[in-house]
């Protein structure tokens, strides 16, 4: 059983000094995972916009005019052929994101098919379609979704502030049937809501004291969009932000932290320094559901000057000649004595 964090405990850790703070969390990084292993996920977004909620950061939401198109749900197959091109890219997670307050019956039996194809690539299955109910995480998890996304995005007191249309207890909720289901647990937030340091620390308290801390941790840069409410809200202090990701590293040793949403504004010694702070999963490819994302080539780039691999795909064993692609476009580089290709 994982120890319970209180919110005094986690203030303590936002409050420690900077270099003292990462030292810490690289410590703690150390025992549990090897440093330079990084997990890689492609994210898609199934079906765009016209959503019912009002999450002022979100461009999808229906209510805010953003100038975004809404889409249908994504045909099977297309979504499939996105999958392929991740896994080519060295991907060894493929997320599906519908823009949905919950995901409609007559939509599951697409769904579920989805979750079967991307598994039979090898790739590990990820989805975020909003509330679930009992009946539709079974079905997911029957399917063999491996990893059900669904964000607390802040703490439970400033949580109103940013979205009315769902309780913070309904995303309670749906993480644990989730869990009942036999899928594991993606959940984090959004630095930069306009929220305080207290808020950030009350965040971390509440994903680190579920019963089952989540495996993935995304920690999300708020991405300001023009049409949104949010849209004005002042710039993060990146010092700020890594420090999140450093207090996410010590509070949840053994869940995967991932930098998400915001990396595009991100200068590479952030992403750096991130990295030192104990994130060790990033979102790759060119746009996060309707973010951009740096393209997979820097990150490659940033990958290599950091001495980073990405992390392999545990799904199949016979699977490996995507992986051995990727190092072997690592070890074209120019330095090929920083990167160690035996996994």
């Not at 916009?49 to 045909?75: F, H, I, N, V, W």
């Not at 009315?164 to 930069?192: F, H, M, N, P």
């Not at 680190?208 to 920690?219: F, G």
């Not at 849209?231 to 993060?236: H, K, L, Q, R, S």
Request: proline fraction near 5%; glycine fraction near 6%.
């Amino acid at each position: 059983m994982s120890m319970r964090w209180t919110l005094a405990q986690a203030q303590a850790l936002f409050n420690k000094p900077f270099l003292e703070l990462m030292f810490e969390a690289q410590q703690v990084h150390r025992q549990h995972f090897d440093p330079r292993q990084v997990q890689v996920s492609t994210l898609l977004s199934i079906k765009t916009g016209a959503c019912p909620e009002d999450c002022k950061y979100c461009p999808q939401s229906a209510r805010y005019k953003t100038g975004l198109e809404s889409e249908r749900l994504m045909e099977v197959e297309e979504v499939l052929a996105s999958a392929r091109k991740a896994k080519a890219a060295g991907s060894s997670r493929f997320c599906m994101g519908a823009a949905w307050k919950n995901p409609n019956d007559r939509d599951m039996p697409y769904l579920e098919k989805m979750v079967q194809g991307v598994k039979a690539m090898g790739l590990e299955t990820c989805m975020t379609l909003g509330t679930l109910n009992d009946e539709q995480a079974q079905r997911l998890g029957a399917a063999g979704l491996d990893f059900y996304n669904h964000n607390l995005d802040t703490s439970p007191e400033f949580y109103g502030n940013i979205i009315t249309t769902r309780t913070y207890q309904e995303r309670l909720d749906t993480l644990e049937k989730v869990r009942e289901a036999g899928i594991k647990v993606c959940s984090g937030g959004i630095v930069g809501l306009g929220e305080e340091v207290k808020d950030r620390a009350a965040l971390l308290v509440q994903l680190a004291n579920l019963p089952t801390p989540p495996e993935s941790v995304p920690i999300n840069m708020l991405v300001k969009v023009k049409g949104t409410p949010l849209a004005d809200n002042e710039d993060v202090d990146p010092f700020d932000f890594i420090r999140t990701i450093a207090v996410a590293r010590i509070m949840m040793p053994r869940s995967h932290v991932r930098l998400s949403a915001g990396r595009e504004q991100m200068s590479e010694q952030t992403q750096a320094m991130c990295f030192m702070a104990g994130a060790n999963s990033i979102f790759y490819g060119c746009k996060l559901l309707t973010t951009p994302n740096p393209e997979e080539d820097k990150d490659l780039l940033l990958f290599r000057k950091l001495g980073l691999n990405p992390e392999h795909t545990h799904t199949h064993a016979g699977d490996n000649e995507q992986q051995q692609a990727l190092a072997q476009q690592l070890v074209n580089a120019d330095t090929p004595q920083y990167y160690n290709a035996a996994q």
